[in-house]
Nanobody, 119 residues
Framework: QVKLVESGGGLVQAGDSLRLSCAAS?????????MGWFRQAPGKEREFVVA????????YSPNDVKGRFTISRDNAKNTVYLQMNSLKPEDTAVYYC???????????WGQGTQVTVSS
C-alpha cells in the first residue's frame, strides 16, 4: 500500500515562499511514476496544480502558478517537492500530493498540508 506524507505547509505573508515535500513509501516504484500536487481552497473543488513524470518532465495547470511554482523530484528518495514563490492570498488551500502510474491516473493521495497566505 502506497503512503504519501506531505510536509512544509504553513502560514506566510503574500510574496513569501514555501517548499512542500511529499515522501512516498510502500507499494512499487511504478505507483509513483507520476506525482502531482492538487489543492482545495475553502468552498471550492479540488484542482490540479502541477505534476511531474518519472523522468522529471513537469506539467503545469493553465492557471497562474507557472512561473511561480516549481515541481521537482528525487527518485532516490521517492520524494516530490513543490517550491512556491511569490505566494498570493488566492493560493491559500489544502495542498494534496498524489501519485499513480500515469499522469492521468492518480490512485494514491496524501492527507494534505495547509498553506495559508495572508495579505
Amino acid at each position: 500500500q502506497v503512503k504519501l506524507v506531505e510536509s512544509g505547509g504553513g502560514l506566510v505573508q503574500a510574496g513569501d515562499s514555501l517548499r512542500l515535500s511529499c515522501a512516498a513509501s510502500g507499494g512499487t516504484s511504478s505507483q509513483y511514476h507520476a506525482m502531482g500536487w492538487f489543492r482545495q481552497a475553502p468552498g471550492k473543488e479540488r484542482e490540479f496544480v502541477v505534476a511531474i513524470s518519472v523522468d522529471g518532465q513537469p506539467y503545469y495547470s493553465p492557471n497562474d502558478v507557472k512561473g511561480r511554482f516549481t515541481i521537482s523530484r528525487d527518485n532516490a528518495k521517492n520524494t516530490v517537492y513543490l517550491q512556491m514563490n511569490s505566494l498570493k492570498p488566492e493560493d491559500t488551500a489544502v495542498y494534496y500530493c498524489a501519485s499513480g502510474e500515469a499522469l492521468t491516473m492518480y490512485n494514491y493521495w496524501g492527507q494534505g498540508t495547509q498553506v495559508t497566505v495572508s495579505s
